[in-house]
Structures are given as C-alpha cells and as structure tokens.
C-alpha cells in the first residue's frame, strides 16, 4: 500500500518550514532526514529510550512517537534551538561542567527533557528531576551528574 503525502507547516527553532512528508513518517524521520536537524537522536525507534526528545509546543516529547503530520501547525523545539548565536545555555554549560556527558547518544534528549522541566517548574526538587529526565536512558553515566547538573542549572537561576 502507497503512503500519501501531505504538505505541512511547521515551525521548528522559530523558523517555518514547508515540508512534504508520509503519513507514517515521524516527527523524528522528518527532522533528521529530510531538515537535516540530526541532533535529535535515533535511538530505539519505540519511545522507550528517550533520545529523540524534543518540545512540542514547549512539551518534551518522543518525536519517533509523533506522527509527522500531527505537527502541522505545531511548533518545535530541536536541540539545535536551544543556544542562541553558538552561545550554549546555562543547562548546557552545566552538563558540560559537571561530566553528564559521556558518549552524548542521550544528551540531547536529556537537555529537551530537563529544558521542559525547567520551564514548567522553576524550583524542581531531585525527585521531580528525576521524575522528568525517567524515560530518557543513558548507558553511560549513572545518571548522579546528569542531576547534579539539573540542580545546578536550577540554583544558578535563582
């Protein structure tokens, strides 16, 4: 059976893209293969490993859950939209500072997870931290500095 394409709109970094996608084509598939945003990782392709997060309207996401057409509209938020003019985020600077990362398969997703924490709750206790960034694996760091991060990130902000 053929897959239809459908034109989109959609904004993504605040920037609007016009885009011809599948049917069945992800959010992930669109914004690595066909806007050349790879910063988004492929991970496990089944919404369990976490490392395709992005914000969907300000919301952390998996983006190979999300059906690229139910994006039109919508807005997006990669990891390439996160430092503004090369100049990395508190977040990002943290994560840096503190080793949370390692071999960086889980960072982006990590960063889009904890970046949506942030913005909804600006005083996230280890539990709530821990509690946001829980469907984002990481093989590598035992997840200590990756909080130790967070936390910074959010007294930092105070």
Do not use: W
Request: with cysteine; charged share 25%; aromatic share 2%.
């Amino acid at each position: 059976m053929n897959s239809m394409m459908h034109n989109i709109t959609v904004k993504i970094n605040d920037e609007e893209y016009k885009v011809s996608v599948e049917s069945k084509e992800s959010v992930l598939d669109m914004l690595r293969d066909k806007l050349g945003l790879t910063g988004t990782k492929k991970g496990c392709g089944k919404g369990d490993c976490g490392a395709c997060t992005v914000l969907l309207n300000g919301k952390a996401v998996n983006s190979c859950l999300v059906l690229a057409v139910e994006a039109d509209g919508q807005e997006i938020t990669t990891i390439e939209g996160v430092s503004k003019d090369s100049e990395l985020t508190l977040l990002q600077e943290n994560f840096l500072k503190y080793g949370a990362v390692q071999c960086g398969n889980c960072s982006p997703g990590m960063i889009m997870s904890a970046k949506a924490l942030i913005s909804e709750n600006s005083k996230p206790n280890e539990e709530e931290i821990k509690e946001a960034i829980s469907g984002n694996l990481c093989r590598c760091t035992g997840y200590t500095k990756i909080v130790e991060a967070i936390k910074q990130t959010v007294e930092d902000k105070e």
